[in-house]
């Protein structure tokens, strides 16, 4: 009886009808799913990226450029979104720019 049970239960298992026992590496994946924390999902990325256009002047503050100088006070003056010119004490605003006082 029990042989004939047995091979009852693994017709029914092998034809999908009884589920299997043992956890499977989707059911473990699906557990991790579970047990990660919440994240809020993320806003979509902007179809196009933004480029500052004009001037701006960053004047009085402590500058440090990549070459390892260090002003203080130095300034940055960034035209259309990229740094045009970097250099120690004060410069005056070109027309037009806004300028940050550091």
């Given amino acids: 009886m029990l042989r004939a049970t047995a091979l009852v239960l693994g017709s029914l298992f092998a034809l ?3 589920p299997a026992c ?10 991790k799913t ?13 179809p196009e990226p933004r ?5 701006l002047l960053i004047r ?10 260090i002003y203080e006070p130095g ?3 960034v035209e259309d979104g ?11 605003a070109p027309e037009g720019a806004a ?3 550091g």
């Fill in 22 to 31: 043992t956890t499977t590496q989707a059911a473990a994946k699906e557990t």
């Fill in 82 to 92: 990229r740094i045009a010119e970097v250099g120690p004490g004060e410069r005056a």
């Fill in 60 to 69: 009085g503050a402590k500058v440090m450029t990549a070459a390892g100088d």
């Fill in 34 to 46: 579970l047990l990660e924390p919440y994240r809020p999902p993320s806003p979509p990325p902007d």
């Fill in 75 to 77: 300034y940055v003056l």
């Fill in 51 to 55: 480029v500052a256009h004009g001037r």
């Fill in 16 to 18: 999908g009808i009884l």
């Fill in 99 to 101: 300028v940050v006082e």
